[in-house]
């Protein structure tokens, strides 16, 4: 009996030393739609934090502490994003990689700076986010100014002489990157025959598409999610349209694919330079690949948001939100989709969007050269 109460009590210290040192790990987040409409990109969010914070413990951790991973889901609603920011903030979590979502950073982010928690977006790409002067923000994508320009660009040279439409989903998102796309375009001398709204969510474009097809619309630019995107150009095809759709960089997904079949074929969009296809990427992509996991659309952003913020701590020596944004601010930061530098407001210094087409199996190629 005694041997045994030795025993139980040798295996109970085990037990809280292994539970003191798991209380010693660092907890950082990321947040995102887990679920609802724009879950697809929750998951490459996800995938691409877990398999970063594999590599970064297996590494030997940050300042010595291995981390341990929040997953927080929005569903992309403001509020929600806001209630996701207070949890993370009250937990005392000293960085969040997220949101998707700028109608969901953008709340969110405040909540972060009052709360003293770094916040690195992967993928929402309003200029609002980084334009209110918060000590605490900034993000590895581009912003709807620049990649509205590229689509601008692009539609002013292929589509010169013919019927523009422009749609939009009223949120943070589809309306500031219509609203920039626009901006562009009438500055390069075209002027949309049709600019209409929709709301995120519905599922019947019927009247949206007559007007389309009355307007005899060539090219209609949808600054929109996906689901809604696809949903218009299976409505255009059934009322026989050939109207050219284009949209932004939240058609990055295969779930576009899946949604219009291969009537998505010859649909445009504005995207950062294919990180999978990147010399800094092969490693990580193939460790993906025997996951059965593609690491498309902002899978390897997150993992590069995560290195960024893993080296910057490290560097500063400590893992205060603070000190590491200034520190990362300062700093060249080597990723997954290349050097990372960054200017005051958070925004990084390089980067060029490029316009991808989609094809009859379901995937999607860079046109090269842009044609703009």
Known sequence: MKSLKLIGL????????SSAAFAQDVTIAVAGPMTGGESAFGRQLKNG???????INAAGGVNGKKLALDIEDDACDPKQ??????KIASAKMPFVVGHYCSSSSIPASEAYADGNVLQITPASTNPLFTERKLWNVARVCGRDDQQGLIAAQYIAKN???????????????GKGLADETKKALNKAGVTEKMYESYNKGDKDFNAIVSRLKRDNIDLVYVGGYHQESG???RQMRDQGLKTILMAGDALA?????SITGPAGEGTLFTFGPDPREKPTAKKIVDAFKAK??????????TYAAMQVWSQAAKKAGTTDAKKV???????KWDTVIGPIEYDAKGDIKQLDYVVYKWDAKGGYAEIKGNGT
């Open 10 to 17: 040798a295996f109970g210290a085990s037990i809280a030393l």
């Open 49 to 55: 934090a877990e398999m970063a914070l594999a590599d």
């Open 81 to 86: 994003a806001r209630s996701v920011a207070e």
């Open 159 to 173: 589509f010169k002489g013919k019927n523009i439409a422009i749609l939009n989903d009223k949120t943070t998102y």
């Open 231 to 233: 949903l218009i150009l």
């Open 253 to 257: 997904d295969k779930e576009y694919a």
């Open 292 to 301: 059965n996991i593609d690491p498309e659309g902002y899978t390897l952003y």
């Open 325 to 331: 944004m200034e520190t990362m601010k300062a700093g």
